[in-house]
């Protein structure tokens, strides 16, 4: 697959720079033991690369900033929430849009709004924040992936997608009447960045009035997900990206939205609803904890650029470039004899830590020590979702449960980082495939109950505790 660099040309070029720090190998082996080799606790200043996350780490635009100056912060009915909400009705076609300051904030308030104490809520896969707020409403959140999402080297094109039939069984079964919300996360964030189709939103829309359940979708990433349906879904190869996002927006009842991801800003979220009823139940939710219904807890230049944001995302220029210099990475990286969740997405990549480091076993965290082992070797941050993140540990902070897979994601802001940038980061990985086996363990040392990836402490295990461990 070789790129044609005047096909995938980024539409901009870069106006106002960052610097970004370098730390010497001491510096590094320093920092990450002072943040108790968990990258959450490192500063900024200490990170070169920083792949930990693409919310909210995006450049904004000329245009962005040049609006932002125009931003209306009159308490109720300001100037920018009017240019915002028309922004996005046009893109929902909802005719009840409630801002909110990020996603999260979202979904507390639709979900205390409609799911009632032991419903279920289904989805192809809950965010974690997602999954917490459904269980902070009473109800629970099942996850029913698609087949081949377990099979991480399969190319299929929608990975993302719900398992049709697990649903339908589920809806005609005795939990049927329990089922109080179906909510598709496009893409699928928690599955390695797969796309969802709309032939499954679809499917899952009939479903759904069949059986009169809310159909909603968690569309932090709707521009990206629509950009994949253009290139893999053949009904829809002569669509625009925007056009795709206005249908898959037109197939459900409702959405949350995170716009720290596609709307190429730092913060902000939107409720998206047709049902008069509960809009009105969400709205005095909203007024109660997020701010007036016409600013939900965002400045009005933040309303300014988000609307900004939402018209430069779907941009299939930027689109294009942005999916192939993921996909760019993915092969440098698979190249390097490192696997990768395939097919490749667009705002992450999976490392496979499992493959690459078959002497570690789960107890010994080996999507975490390849994070760290990416922090020690190049100043590079990323998260790991493996069984640091999703297993069970028990009260001396032994692995119980570990989880299906050992990965590291790497996560790329929108607009930061240069095609260099991440043959850099290649190369720094490219350097650990050729000796995995210097690559240590890693054990807790003490770890909170809930939300452990954030709060852990770590430690590395020995080189001859690792020995005898694995002789054991
Ligand atoms: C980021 C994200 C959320 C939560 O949004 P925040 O803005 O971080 O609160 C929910 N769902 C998905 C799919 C996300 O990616």
């Not at 730390?23 to 920083?50: C, H, K, M, V």
């Not at 076609?93 to 904030?105: M, N």
């Not at 000796?435 to 954030?454: C, K, N």
Request: glycine letters at 8%; aromatic letters at 6%; hydrophobic letters at 40%.
């Amino acid at each position: 697959m070789q790129m044609d660099p005047r096909t995938i040309l980024p539409p901009y070029r870069i106006k106002v720079v960052e610097p970004i720090p370098f730390l010497s190998a001491e510096e590094r082996q320093r920092a990450l033991a002072e943040a108790g080799y968990n990258p959450f606790n490192l500063r900024a200043d200490q990170i070169t690369i920083d792949l930990l996350s693409d919310s909210g780490t995006g450049a904004t635009s000329a245009a962005q900033e040049a609006a932002a100056a125009l931003g209306d912060e009159s308490y109720a009915g300001a100037r920018s929430w009017f240019r915002f909400r028309d922004e996005v009705v046009d893109l929902t076609g909802y005719p009840h849009i409630l801002p909110v300051h990020q996603g999260r904030a979202g979904e507390r308030i639709l979900f205390t709004s409609l799911l009632k104490p032991g419903q279920i809520c289904i989805s192809n896969t809950h965010f974690d924040t997602t999954h917490a707020n459904v269980e902070l409403a009473g109800a629970e959140p099942r996850d029913l992936p698609c087949p081949e999402a377990a099979d991480l080297d399969s190319v299929e094109p929608f990975k993302g997608n719900i398992d049709l039939d697990a649903l339908e069984r589920t809806l005609t079964g005795p939990e049927g009447h329990r089922v109080g919300l179906v909510l598709m996360t496009i893409t699928n964030n928690g599955l390695g960045a797969q796309p969802v189709s709309m032939a499954n939103l679809e499917a899952v829309r009939e479903l759904c009035r069949r059986h009169h359940v809310p159909f909603f979708l968690d569309a932090a990433r709707f521009a990206e997900n629509a950009w994949l349906v253009s290139q893999r879904e053949s009904a829809y190869s002569d669509w625009t990206p925007r056009q795709i996002a206005t249908r898959a927006f037109q197939l459900a009842d409702g959405c949350l939205v995170s716009l720290k991801k596609d709307g190429l800003s730092a913060i902000g979220g939107f409720i998206g609803l047709r049902d008069d009823d509960l809009h009105a139940v969400c709205e005095a939710n909203l007024i109660a904890s997020e701010g007036f219904s016409t600013y939900g807890g965002l400045a009005g230049h933040d309303l300014e650029r988000l609307a900004q944001g939402i018209r430069e995302v779907v941009d299939p220029a930027y689109l294009r470039a942005r999916a192939a210099s993921t996909a760019r990475l993915a092969r440098l990286i698979n190249d390097a004899g490192v696997a990768t969740v395939q097919p490749a997405g667009i705002h992450g990549l999976y490392l496979n830590a499992a493959r690459l480091l078959p002497h570690l076993s789960p107890r010994d965290f080996p999507g975490h020590s390849l994070g760290c082992q990416l922090y020690l070797d190049g100043g590079i941050r990323c998260a790991e979702v493996g069984s640091l993140y999703l297993g069970t540990v028990d009260d001396q902070h032994q692995l119980v449960t570990p989880a299906p897979f050992e990965l590291v994601r790497l996560a790329i802001p929108r607009r930061v980082y240069t095609d260099t940038h991440l043959e850099y980061v290649a190369a720094v990985l490219a350097d650990i495939a050729k000796d995995p086996e210097r690559v240590r363990g890693y054990r807790i040392v003490s770890a909170p109950r809930l939300l452990r990836p954030f709060k852990v402490i770590l430690e590395p295990v020995t080189a001859t505790e690792g020995a005898a461990a694995t002789d054991a």
